[in-house]
């Protein structure tokens, strides 16, 4: 949200002049409670989203960069190896983070460790424990807003590692039409 948001206001409230846009900043799993609660209209979320009440729109999906300290081995041009990467144990968002929990499965299915003994509860806390020497996954809009010095940000070799977003709501909503062209304005 806070990274996409950004780029895509402006633009929402030119085609949506009327609309009230009122944002809330939670957990995945805190804003489908949100919606089931119908104290929210829609949330953007990060998928798999295993709720079949709800209608989930499908917006981008977004490559996970590689970020490393400046002067780190991984430090150095080009993509980087999923194996190289491997050899380092990641830096984690905290329980409850549906990116920590994406980051978690590729640190699995690739071998690879995590550091136990530093976790964030945000992406920004995260970056900076990056900046004080660790490794990690970010989101590429949350890279691209990078303003830590000494964080170095890579792509990582084919298959990178990807995650898909998606804008969603509940199927009984009465704002479905407006809705629909509201997740239109997000991509």
Known sequence: GPYLLPRVLGGVRERFPRLQLLLTE?????LLALLDAGRL????????????RLRVRPLF??????????????????????SEVARHELMLLSAGHCLGDQVAAWVREHGASTRED?????LETLRA?????????????????SGEAGVVVRRIAPPAP????????????????VLEALADALV
């Open 41 to 52: 209209d829609a949330a953007l979320v990060a998928l798999p989203v295993p709720d079949a």
């Open 162 to 177: 990807t995650r898909d977003i998606a804008l969603v709501w509940p199927r009984t909503s009465p704002r479905a039409e």
């Open 61 to 82: 999906r977004e490559e996970l960069l590689l970020a490393v300290p400046a002067g780190h081995p991984l430090d150095a041009p080009g993509p980087v190896a999923a």
């Open 26 to 30: 939670e957990k995945s799993v805190d």
């Open 118 to 122: 530093y976790r964030a509860s945000t």
């Open 129 to 145: 424990m990056v900046a004080g020497g660790g490794v990690t996954l970010l989101p590429a809009l949350a890279a691209s807003a």
